[in-house]
């Protein structure tokens, strides 16, 4: 992850374990030395199951 490379992921969370609702709590990046992502958590929801989902950018 260098500084300006857009995100390859958003990273989402349900607010509370039987919600419906997501948020976005941070992003995921390729990373750079080998197969895998590094993941930057901005947030973490209260009750927080411990479950991201990776969903891809929307294009602007």
Wanted: overall charge neutral; hydrophobic content about 35%; proline content about 7%.
């Amino acid at each position: 992850m260098s500084k300006g490379d857009k995100p390859v992921f958003n990273v989402r969370a349900r607010q509370e374990p039987d919600s419906e609702y997501m948020t976005t709590i941070g992003a995921a990046w390729k990373f750079k030395q080998g197969d895998g992502y590094v993941v930057k958590l901005h947030l973490v929801p209260v009750n927080w199951d411990g479950s991201i989902v990776l969903v891809s950018p929307k294009e602007e």
